[in-house]
């Protein structure tokens, strides 16, 4: 696989294979997945993705309905924020919080997904929301929740964003194969950003440019290698 700005990007598909439901991950990620979703299955747990793949265009339509005040911006603590209220750099903040800066989403590379338990979401009843209570104790995710943090490094898989540090919001339902995915996030600088970020018809430009080093310091993860 070449490292090239589109592939990191989000703007390239050609290195995806489909799993048949929509999805689209690298062929590596697909083995490992499919691997690990068998053994879940056999432990008892329905293990299905609900996002993988993600290409620049969708999260750059997400990016500026949020800034647009066309889809609800909430704070860290899940309340409703009034969009008309915050200055642009609060609006910066309360969108990344909740959503990547388009060219930054670990969703791009094809190495990173949401999964869920699907039969025990539908038996549940319950609107799912893909918010962390679904995961904790109680919750229709918990038991898989469980396998995957015992068992998901045996197949390469780890959680970026387990808990809160002051950047994302807490995505327990976040796997990342870190195989690959530790190498790209490497790639993912404020110089690299600038670039693309020039190149889009992004809401937010100038305040999104002036804040590049700071936005890549607290909402980028880079990983250990
Ligand atoms: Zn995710």
Redesign the pocket.
């Known amino acids: 696989m070449l490292i090239t700005s589109s592939l990191l990007s989000g703007s390239q598909e050609s290195h995806l294979v489909e799993l048949g439901n929509g999805h689209k991950l690298q062929p590596e990620v697909r083995d490992a997945f499919l691997s690990m979703q068998q053994d879940a299955f056999t432990a008892g747990h329905d293990l299905q993705i609900a996002?993988s793949f993600r290409h620049l265009e969708r999260q750059l339509a997400i990016w500026n309905a949020k800034w647009r005040g066309e889809r609800t911006l909430y704070s860290i603590d899940g309340e409703t924020l009034d969009a008309e209220s915050l200055n642009d750099q609060e609006k910066l903040i309360a969108i990344l919080t909740w959503s990547a800066l388009p060219g930054s989403s670990?969703?791009h590379w094809g190495t990173?997904m949401?999964i869920m338990d699907k039969k025990s979401v539908e038996a549940w009843g319950k609107p799912f929301e893909l918010v962390p209570e679904e995961y904790q104790q109680g919750g229709p995710c918990y038991e898989l929740s469980c396998w995957l943090q015992q068992h998901a490094s045996t197949y390469g898989f780890g959680f970026p964003y387990v808990e809160y540090k002051g950047g994302v919001a807490a995505?327990p339902?976040?796997l990342s194969y870190q195989p690959i995915a530790s190498k790209l996030s490497h790639h993912i600088t404020a110089e690299f950003l600038h670039e693309l970020i020039q190149s889009l018809d992004i809401e937010g430009k100038e305040t999104i440019l002036e804040s590049l080093p700071m936005i890549v310091k607290r909402f980028v993860v880079i990983d250990k290698e």
């Open positions: 996002s670990r969703h990173d949401d995505e339902w976040h």
